[in-house]
């Protein structure tokens, strides 16, 4: 039995959060499943040590359509490239018309997909409903990420215990998902004043103003930044941390899949899709709103209660 499943959205957490659904077909079909996915996804590295799954497809469409699955010469080309696997069964993670032509094109006889059209959802209830519905199980939306254990020794081996060690989530995908930076070098600096700790720096390139902020503080010898580091060389890292802290972003996600305590803060992100799947997530939302009321658009960044976050990364150190 070859099973495809196709899951378009772009980012890591999105990639996360639909593991544990990947890993539910697999387990009912008793085979490894191939994924179709976009680049952004970080799929390879992420589920490089996966063994729920058998190869990852790239799944290349962009904004600007010029990838080479875009368009009508990217549809006939995504399907011949879907019919020389022989697929028997397709999962698809979406409403488009689109992925249910190209399957049928591609000669895979089983489809399994979202209702069509359907223009708003959240993605975990979606995902989850989906898939308890096609295989007949309870599915837990709790995402667990593979990695190796010598991996993660070695790493230990290197943390001092004189410390603890602490995941920062400083970037996200836009400027109103980003606390103020000064917001957590002040907060780093009162957590290390209490409690003597390390700071890893979860941002890439993009963020080097970020990161240099950091770097150029008092707290410039307490932190190790993710800036060079591929994401596969942080996953060790970040599982051996004691807490993850930061904005509604990949890592938050990344962290929560490895087991890690999260205080995830959300000022313009619904904490209904990305916030309550994970036992490992505890959230904080902006003054005067709430979990349910924090979502797109609330532009809630500086209404972020600095001692809330203080206290509550306090407590979940200890």
């Known amino acids: 039995m070859k099973v495809l499943v196709i899951q378009p959205k772009i980012g890591m957490g999105d990639m996360v959060i639909y593991l544990p659904y990947i890993h539910a077909i697999s387990k009912k079909y008793q085979t490894p499943v191939s994924i179709l996915v976009k680049e952004n996804s970080r799929a390879n590295q992420l589920l490089a040590q996966d063994e729920y799954i058998k190869e990852i497809l790239i799944l290349d469409r962009t904004k600007n359509n010029t990838g080479t699955h875009d368009g009508l010469l990217g549809f006939f080309k995504l399907s011949r490239d879907?019919?020389?696997k022989e697929f028997d069964k397709v999962f698809i993670f979406n409403?488009?018309?689109?992925?249910?032509?190209?399957?049928?094109?591609?000669?895979?006889?089983?489809i399994s997909q979202y209702p069509l059209f359907r223009k708003k959802d959240n993605i975990v209830t979606s995902a989850k409903i989906f898939t308890e519905n096609e295989l007949g199980d309870i599915v837990s939306t709790?995402?667990?990420?593979k990695i190796s254990d010598n991996k993660v020794n070695e790493v230990k081996q290197?943390?001092?215990?004189?410390?603890?060690?602490i995941c920062l989530g400083i970037s996200a995908s836009g400027?109103?998902?980003?606390w103020n930076i000064k917001n957590f070098i002040k907060l780093c600096s009162n957590i290390n004043a209490r409690t003597p700790s390390k700071f890893y720096l979860a941002a890439g390139n993009n963020d080097k103003d970020l990161i240099d902020q950091f770097l150029n503080s008092e707290l410039s010898n307490n932190c190790i930044s993710f800036k060079d580091?591929?994401?596969?060389?942080?996953?060790?890292?970040?599982k051996n941390c004691n807490l993850y802290i930061?904005?509604?972003t990949g890592w938050l996600h990344i962290s929560s899949a490895l087991g890690v305590k999260c205080l995830a803060l959300f000022m313009d992100s619904p904490v209904q899709a990305y916030g309550k799947y994970s036992k490992n997530i505890e959230v904080i939302v902006p003054e005067?709103?709430?979990?349910?009321t924090t979502t797109h658009d609330t532009l809630g960044a500086d209404k972020i209660s600095f001692e809330k976050v203080f206290n509550n990364s306090i407590k979940l150190l200890n």
Do not use: C, V
């Open 82 to 84: 879907l019919k020389l």
């Open 95 to 110: 409403s488009s018309l689109r992925y249910l032509l190209i399957s049928k094109i591609a000669g895979i006889k089983n």
């Open 142 to 145: 709790q995402p667990e990420l």
């Open 229 to 238: 580091l591929k994401i596969n060389e942080t996953l060790p890292i970040i």
């Open 175 to 178: 400027p109103t998902k980003r």
């Open 288 to 292: 005067g709103e709430t979990e349910e």
């Open 158 to 165: 290197k943390f001092s215990k004189e410390f603890k060690h």
């Open 246 to 248: 930061g904005n509604d």
